[in-house]
């Protein structure tokens, strides 16, 4: 591995995000929009001396007939003539974007990136969607064998449940957690812990008279194969995130103004990507090493281990995506994830809160600006601002994990508030 | 407009180009493997030192079915698990691709790069490439009026007729010279001049018993609506850049280590890229304004002015671009281009060169690829190796002119040998 690092440092100073969700009448540039004017930037900003903008977007060319969008959202903010890039590496296209926007203006190029993630994705049938986004993974090689995603991370639940004897309800544990922390997210996508789910679907059917489901508890609920149906054994409709529709933005400056922006600038300490196989040609379906290796190049720009971050958002497109994710980072030992989960450390007041915001499960995964989200949240935590979700206790490292595909791409970013 | 500059500097030590034409049965990854073994560096270099590869691609999505493009070629070179990472404004994908690459070794991050840009287009059908080549225009506001790029661009050339005199025969001028040069380049889709064109279809009348046309000369031939319809007028066929596949690849390193790999590297001394209005919404049709401001940051950068320059890669998807593009830039005064191609200005044995490669017209235009193609070609030009088409005198100052859509965006380079 190389040892290099930037020539000069970064650091976010604002943060903006639609509503997540099902939103099929806006565009693109209206959710994008939607985002921007959220950004609240403390001592002010002039949206004209923004210089670049990035934007990660995974296919607007088939999600919303629209190609091209960098300059089109650049044109709705109000920011012509400013160079206005996509970027693209499937999910992991708005991580990929901040990475762009640190090397910009480590390069001397510019001081003030907005990055940017979006995508639409609800106007399309369910099933166009799945194949579009199944376009991500290999298209001679694993397309045309039937592989959507939910086969290809089930195919990698089953290889991880032979290996390390996990059940198939030991991913519920993911799920159950992420739900709860979205039920504290006013932009989530789902704002209900998954009992709050089952308790309605019960309050429901009593109030049209209909059969009451004999569910005891939310484990009888989540293996109801009508409740939650099975999608990709092991992985049920809860184990899935969902199809969103949703924009984040954030605020790039270099090191040396960023205090004329904010008393409490979020500095990005550590960046890696890498690239990874594809799953059909992986000789281990049970880890994502572009996942360990971005963040080992992560963890070694920022001059951190493991140990050191107090909280991370992950890349949980499927639930066992969030475990392989906690073991790739070193969060925990590697097989270990389930008991770690089950043992609190990973809820929002164990040790390290993982998926604080709800993650792409609940929080929604509208997949260009998936990785611009998880930094949102990451911000409001450092800086104590994520309302009744916040997390107690010393904050100041945080980690974002944001995958494209089955880990062709991995991008892990270390931000710290010092 | 800020004036900034990257922090140092980078090198072009090789370039690679895969044939460009129609080749329905290769995938991009083909193409992508045929550029990259193409590229010969003069003190040779390890693939496994690449530190990261830029990829131009406009919609491997739509056009064959396969997204997240960048990890794949990467992994069909062999360089996993290096960052890999699609860059897509429209046409001009390849050329911000390069400045991506730029930006990343300025940054400190990586000392070589890999830039290169694909597309593979013409498995499909030729009014799906079209349609799916539109929804680079505005999918909300230009999309649905019935516009796709033969007819913004005509829009363009008839503002300019109506502005300055120009007839549509002065257009033919264009095709005639880039044909010409692409008759020189064993890597261009057309290796005939329209002259030549012509003749073989006499011949293929005469040997036929078919009735013999009765053209008595190249304007002849380009005035037969049968010869060479109107495709929106005033733009005919061979006004129109052809659909293509291809890739091109280039080897860029950091200024430090440039003669580790050659005696004569390309140093990349101006880079600008800018955003524009889309065409509905622009107060003047005959200019595009991102293409003045990329190509007024990039002289600034290199310390040039447009009389410096030896020769010249310009965007000519269609004929009144390339008109419009040597305005644009500076190399004659508006609305002069005409007037000045037609005295020899822009011939290759002219003042000035413009698309000696052949330009998109003849060369062809597999989007993705074609920003990387052009600086292909300044890289042979400039290095005295480009064969049969190599252009005479002193030349030490090149530039590349890439276009996004109707201008939306535009991104410029400016080479010296020095």
Chains 1, 2 share one sequence.
């Not at 020539?7 to 939607?34: H, M, N, T, W």
């Not at 508890?217 to 809860?238: E, G, K, Q, T, Y």
């Amino acid at each position: 591995m190389k040892r290099k690092s930037l020539s000069r440092k970064a650091a976010v100073v604002g943060v903006g995000i639609s509503s997540f969700g099902a939103f099929p009448d806006k565009a693109g540039r209206d959710l994008f929009v939607e985002a921007f004017q959220d950004m609240k930037v403390d001592k002010g900003f002039n949206p004209k001396d923004i210089e670049a903008l990035y934007l990660g977007n995974f296919s607007g060319d088939i999600f919303e007939g629209q190609a091209h969008l960098a300059p089109i959202m650049a044109d709705s903010i109000g920011i012509l003539p400013c160079p206005a890039t996509r970027v693209e590496d499937a999910c992991a296209s708005g991580g990929v974007a901040l990475r762009e926007g640190l090397m910009a203006i480590a390069s001397g190029m510019y001081d003030m990136v907005l990055v940017g993630g979006v995508e639409r994705m609800t106007a399309l049938p369910t099933a166009q969607v799945t194949d579009a986004l199944g376009i991500a993974a290999d298209a001679l090689y694993e397309v045309p064998m039937g592989y959507t995603f939910p086969g290809l991370y089930a195919t990698m639940a089953t290889a991880y449940m032979e290996r390390y004897g996990m059940k198939p309800e030991d991913l519920m544990q993911v799920a159950i957690k992420n739900y709860e922390n979205g039920a504290l997210n006013p932009k989530a996508q789902f704002q209900s812990s998954l009992e709050s789910i089952m308790m309605s679907k019960i309050k429901a059917a009593q109030s049209k008279g209909k059969p009451v489901p004999g569910w005891q508890n939310v484990m009888d609920f989540l293996h109801d194969n009508s409740a939650n149906p099975i999608i990709s054994w092991p992985l049920r409709l809860f184990d899935c995130s969902p199809i969103s529709d949703g924009a984040a933005v954030l605020l790039l400056v270099s090191e040396e103004i960023a205090h004329e922006f904010t008393d409490h600038p979020i500095f990005v300490v550590g960046s890696g990507q890498a690239s990874g196989l594809p799953l059909y040609s992986r000789p281990d379906l049970t880890t994502l090493p572009a996942a360990q290796k971005a963040s080992q190049i992560a963890y070694q720009m920022a001059g951190v281990k493991p140990q050191d971050i107090h909280l991370a958002e992950v890349h949980d497109c499927f639930t066992i995506a969030e475990l392989i994710a906690i073991e790739d980072l070193g969060l925990c030992p590697v097989g270990k994830s389930v008991e770690f989960l089950k043992n609190g450390i990973f809820h929002r007041n164990g040790t390290i809160p993982v998926n604080s915001s709800g993650g792409l499960k609940a929080k929604g995964h509208p997949v260009g600006a998936s990785g611009v989200a998880q930094v949102y949240e990451i911000f409001r935590q450092l800086r104590g601002e994520a309302g009744t979700r916040q997390i107690q206790g010393t904050l100041s490292l945080g980690l974002t994990h944001n995958v494209g595909a089955t880990g062709t791409t991995c991008v892990v970013h270390i931000f710290e508030r010092k």
